[in-house]
């Protein structure tokens, strides 16, 4: 069985991540997609969404059934596109915008990129209208650049694009786009600490500390720096908590994770794994017939997270 395309020097481990992944039969390409062509690349928001629930997973990628965009993925990615902008505008001019610079580019880019999402999937406000969804964007941002940005540390790369494969001669990688990267001196430690930093804004629960240290993204991002031979000391996830059924008032929070080397080679063993499973679930059942469901316990299986829900077999039945 073949190696990892990307491997880390071998230190004192007794198996690389080349060889445990190499113990599971990867697939050299994965299915076509919807329009006949191949799917070149597994994201952490392909590979969750396939544990979550495989027939979820076959209805987006294979029949291309995307889900309509919500008032809260809406805010989602306009804070995002916002706090993306002022660190390309750190990063390219040696400092950052003020908080006006930032609001008036919020403002004046909402209705553009609102459009753009339009034409690429449905956008449905729905819990909230669009001035609403708006207001509560420009709040989340405020408090981002007041309270989260502050503690964050020096920018060294936004937006980043971060891919690997598992083997040589696949026919597809692993994708990623890493929101920020960090260096800050540690008093503690007294050393440089480096960052992975994921910014989210959250209405229902926020991620704490048992969740962070589970969480598959963490894991992909900070075993694809590994690859790299440029590791990351922690991953972040920088939140900032609206208002809603969870809580009255807005509120920020910082959770920081690590994972060990045995944990990188897990990661990387679950993607090599999912990878095979896509391979066999299409080989069986192909593009048309139902893949398996989410567990009925889950969160995902449920009307209000799952725009299938009530016609999948495994939702609401048939």
Not at 282 to 293: A, K, N, S, V
Request: glycine residues 6%; contains cysteine; aromatic residues 10%.
């Amino acid at each position: 069985m073949s190696d990892l395309a990307i491997a880390p020097a071998r230190a004192a481990e007794a198996f690389t991540a080349a060889e445990l992944a190499a113990r599971i039969p990867i697939p050299t390409r994965l299915p076509p997609r919807y329009d006949g062509q191949p799917l070149r690349h597994l994201s952490n928001s392909s590979y969750t969404l396939f544990l979550a629930c495989p027939e979820a997973w076959r209805r987006k990628n294979l029949l291309g059934r995307r889900p309509a965009k919500t008032a809260a993925m809406t805010i989602g990615s306009r804070v995002d596109d916002a706090v993306t902008g002022y660190y390309e505008h750190w990063l390219a001019h040696g400092e950052p915008l003020t908080l006006d610079e930032v609001l008036d580019r919020y403002e004046s880019t909402w209705s553009g990129r609102l459009e753009q999402d339009q034409q690429r999937q449905a956008v449905v406000f729905d819990e909230l209208d669009e001035p609403t969804t708006r207001e509560i964007g420009r709040q989340a941002l405020t408090l981002t650049l007041n309270d989260v940005v502050p503690a964050l540390g020096m920018p060294v790369a936004v937006q980043r694009r971060l891919e690997f494969t598992l083997a040589p001669g696949l026919q597809w990688s692993v994708v990623g786009y890493l929101d920020l990267e960090t260096e800050r001196f540690d008093p503690l430690a007294e050393e440089i600490v480096r960052e992975v930093v994921d910014y989210k804004v959250k209405g229902g629960n926020a991620i704490n500390q048992p969740t962070a240290d589970r969480d598959p993204q963490a894991g992909l991002y900070l075993a694809g720096r590994w690859l790299e031979r440029q590791p990351a000391d922690r991953f972040l996830f920088a939140q900032v908590l609206r208002p809603g059924r969870k809580r009255k008032t807005f509120a920020t929070s910082l959770v920081h994770t690590t994972r060990t080397i045995g944990q990188h080679r897990a990661t990387l063993a679950r993607i090599a794994l999912a990878a095979s499973q896509i391979d066999a679930y299409y080989q069986r059942f192909g593009p048309d017939r139902p893949w398996g469901f989410a567990d009925p316990t889950s969160w995902k299986c449920a009307a209000q997270y799952c725009e299938h829900y009530l016609t999948c077999p495994g939702g609401a039945g048939l």
